[in-house]
């Protein structure tokens, strides 16, 4: 699990911030949550907003297939070389979390590839409530969760809404139709999370991703501060 956060800073480093050339190795940012809650689109809107300015690539969690890594190649989020599919072939959270190999190889082949690399995301497969990242795989995670998903889950808790270092309550477009009280999942998850960050966000919306991006643009500063 992730645990050892400080309110707004960067949490400890995974490990080595320098990859055996000396230079300094990306921020990696592992992003996570149940099924469907827009993993996928949070990172696609997150490649759009950054690609400019930032040299990223994206490694995808599917448990048979590279379904994630497909939609990001067909949106041209990125340039292909810039996408990896880990098929995972288990429960999504071993790959993330016990048997973090693939992933790690991954990273590393895309630094070796289309380095030097400012940010890596790292999407897992949809997953409960407890689905956490490796330390050893990632600098700092996002959760996911959706309004759709019911507006208890975050009164519910679990390791994923209550450690993560940015939880976003994505489809706020959706709290209508669905009865989900915004307001409710706020004040859950500020009594869940204490000073840790939530956004409330639709990517259908107009602001979009833009409060998830200025988060990614802060750890970034902090880490490139640290290297
Ligand atoms: N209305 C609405 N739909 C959204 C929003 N974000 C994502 N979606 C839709 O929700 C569906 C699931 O989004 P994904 O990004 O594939 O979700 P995911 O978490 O990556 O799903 P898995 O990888 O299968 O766990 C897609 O049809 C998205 O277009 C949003 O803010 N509002
Ligand atoms: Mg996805």
């Not at 048979?64 to 890594?69: K, L, W």
């Not at 790959?95 to 990273?107: K, M, P």
């Not at 082949?109 to 030097?116: N, Q």
């Given at each position: 699990m992730h645990l050892d956060h400080t309110p707004d800073g960067p949490t400890a480093v995974s490990a080595d911030a320098r990859r055996p050339d000396g230079s300094r190795r990306a921020l990696r940012i592992?992003?996570?949550?149940?099924?469907?809650?827009?993993?996928?689109?949070?990172?696609?809107?997150?490649?759009r907003a950054l690609r400019d300015e930032l040299s990223l690539a994206v490694v995808t969690n599917d448990i048979?297939?590279?379904?994630?890594?497909e939609f990001l190649l067909r949106e041209a989020v990125?340039?292909?070389?810039?996408i990896t599919a880990v098929e995972t072939g288990a429960c999504p959270h071993t790959?993330?979390?016990?048997?973090?190999?693939?992933?790690?190889?991954?990273?590393e082949?895309?630094?070796?590839?289309?380095?030097?690399l400012d940010l890596v995301l790292v999407e897992s497969g949809g997953d409960n409530l407890t689905a956490t990242f490796s330390k050893g795989l990632v600098d700092a995670q996002i959760f996911?969760?959706?309004?759709?998903?019911g507006d208890d889950i975050p009164r519910k808790g679990g390791p994923g809404v209550t450690t993560a270092d940015l939880l976003v309550v994505n489809k706020t477009d959706l709290a209508p139709y669905v009865?989900?009280?915004?307001?409710?999942?706020?004040?859950?998850?500020?009594?869940?999370r204490a000073e840790l960050?939530?956004?409330?966000?639709s990517l259908r919306s107009e602001a979009g991703v833009h409060d998830v991006a200025a988060w990614v643009r802060a750890r970034l500063a902090a880490w490139a501060a640290r290297a």
């Open positions: 592992g992003l996570g949550g149940p099924v469907g809650s827009g993993k996928t689109a949070t990172v696609a809107a997150l490649c048979y297939t590279r379904e994630d890594a990125l340039p292909p070389e810039r790959a993330i979390r016990d048997d973090i190999s693939a992933n790690l190889e991954a990273v082949d895309l630094e070796d590839a289309v380095g030097p996911v969760i959706d309004v759709a998903g009865g989900s009280d915004l307001a409710r999942m706020a004040a859950d998850a500020k009594a869940q960050p939530v956004v409330f966000q």
